[in-house]
T-cell receptor
Framework: DVKVTQSSRYLVKRTGEKVFLECVQDMDHENMFWYRQDPGLGLRLIYFSYDVKMKEKGDIPEGYSVSREKKERFSLILESASTNQTSMYLC??????????????FGPGTRLLVL | SQQGEEDPQALSIQEGENATMNCSYKTSINNLQWYRQNSGRGLVHLIL?????REKHSGRLRVTLDTSKKSSSLLITASRAADTASYFCATAIYNQGGKLIFGQGTELSVKP
């Protein structure tokens, strides 16, 4: 079975702190994604990566950065956490195939509270 | 703007009844996928329908796709309390490298 793990289920941080969210997948997927999920807004794509050291901005990249040094690991970084970044963060991964019919496999999510 | 919009936002039914959820989208797609999310957890892929398909079945799930109306529906037959979850449609656009655009979801409650 595909497994996508996230470093924390729950996280409480203070405004201004630097926050690292880690995601690891074990299926040799090329693509990895970071979303945030807020009530009434669904899932919004923050960043994604289709290869090591490659990254692309999603719909809401402001206030975030990412790092992909190894194929299996994709990190989301909040350089200076703010209260409006309190949210559920979901990581996902998928194969990159010409057919474009990849399904995404999700981690369990990290619920981040910024005080 | 949202590519996928779902209707209804919330649905409450009795066990044994069928549940139907709808999804509309705006641009041409490669495929449309449905995902399920149990409360506080990650999403799980349910079913994928390609743009050249009209209907697909998987167990108690039936998905239809009408590309002329840019809409899809997910039918869960003979629902169970364990089907209680949020359901999301997601569209894949051509040449977008595997990116999906998710709708806001339908929250389904199945009462025993």
């Amino acid at each position: 079975d595909v497994k996508v793990t996230q470093s924390s289920r729950y996280l409480v941080k203070r405004t201004g702190e630097k926050v690292f969210l880690e995601c690891v997948q074990d299926m040799d997927h090329e693509n990895m994604f970071w979303y945030r999920q807020d009530p009434g807004l669904g899932l919004r794509l923050i960043y994604f990566s289709y290869d090591v050291k490659m990254k692309e901005k999603g719909d809401i990249p402001e206030g975030y950065s990412v790092s992909r040094e190894k194929k299996e690991r994709f990190s989301l970084i909040l350089e200076s956490a703010s209260t409006n970044q309190t949210s559920m963060y979901l990581c996902a991964s998928s194969y990159l195939r010409p057919s474009g019919q990849e399904t995404q496999y999700f981690g369990p999510g990290t619920r981040l509270l910024v005080l | 703007s949202q590519q996928g919009e779902e209707d209804p936002q919330a649905l409450s039914i009795q066990e044994g009844e069928n549940a139907t959820m709808n999804c509309s989208y705006k641009t041409s797609i490669n495929n449309l996928q449905w995902y399920r999310q149990n409360s506080g957890r990650g999403l799980v892929h349910l079913i994928l329908i390609r743009s050249n398909e009209r209907e697909k079945h998987s167990g108690r799930l039936r998905v239809t796709l009408d590309t002329s109306k840019k809409s899809s529906s997910l039918l869960i037959t003979a629902s169970r309390a364990a089907d209680t979850a949020s359901y999301f449609c997601a569209t894949a656009i051509y040449n977008q490298g595997g990116k999906l655009i998710f709708g806001q979801g339908t929250e389904l409650s199945v009462k025993p």
